[in-house]
């Protein structure tokens, strides 16, 4: 009697059960104790580029590229633009979903191919969900005034300048992300009120939770 298990060819799995498996593949970002992290190690600390976890998966084949795709809301979908990727190819050939920019490598170079790629990035603003950039002042100054108009996806948002030289940093006056929930600026200047619910009908425990979660150093709001 033969008693060895028999394992199934993976093309005889239910799409159902495909789209639990890549549900469990996402990563997960932990604490040590096993809670969610903080608002802090999401700006600071996590490696985004973990967003690429689903890249593999469309690889494998048709049917699962289809699956993946599909899915994308469910998943949490997103494509990454950061150091080395060729984001005009990227953005040609791939489905638009939400754009990561995380530039956030303080040991590394930005690259004039970096920062074109960055602009590139951010002149899809309605798809940008989140930006990170640590990089030196001189480089930001160019960034920074690409993040002009309004940024209906963004959520998270993290600038810091590597140097010192440049102290009249600051955001463009149209700069609006009425669903930002996490930032975190250092040394950037900004308008009063341009990180806070625009609307005065929001419920105010979701201004609270903002307010409570924001985290800016530096200049104060310009006057």
Wanted: hydrophobic residues 35%; negative net charge; aromatic residues 10%.
């Amino acid at each position: 009697m033969n008693n060895s298990a028999q394992v199934a060819p993976i093309h005889a799995f239910s799409d159902d059960l495909l789209l639990k498996i890549f549900y469990d593949c996402r990563p997960v970002l932990l604490r040590k104790n096993g809670t969610q992290a903080d608002d802090d190690h999401i700006l600071e600390g996590r490696k985004w580029d973990s967003e690429r976890w689903w890249y593999n998966l469309a690889k494998v084949c048709r049917k699962w590229r289809y699956l993946v795709l599909a899915s994308a809301p469910d998943l949490g979908l997103s494509l990454v633009c950061s150091y080395d990727t060729p984001i005009a190819d990227m953005l040609a050939y791939s489905p638009p979903l939400p754009l990561i920019v995380d530039y956030e490598d303080e040991g590394r170079e930005v690259t004039p191919e970096d920062e074109e790629g960055i602009l590139l990035a951010l002149r899809h603003h309605r798809r940008v969900s989140r930006i990170r950039l640590c990089m030196p002042a001189s480089n930001l100054r160019r960034l920074l005034a690409a993040i002009d108009g309004e940024f209906p996806a963004l959520e998270y948002l993290y600038i810091k300048p590597l140097t010192d030289d440049d102290y009249d940093l600051s955001f463009p006056e149209t700069f609006k992300a009425p669903h930002l929930q996490h930032f975190g600026l250092r040394n950037i200047t900004y308008s009063p009120g341009m990180f806070r619910p625009p609307s005065p009908n929001l419920p105010v425990q979701s201004a609270e939770n903002i307010s409570e979660r924001a985290r800016c150093s530096g200049p104060q709001p310009r006057t």
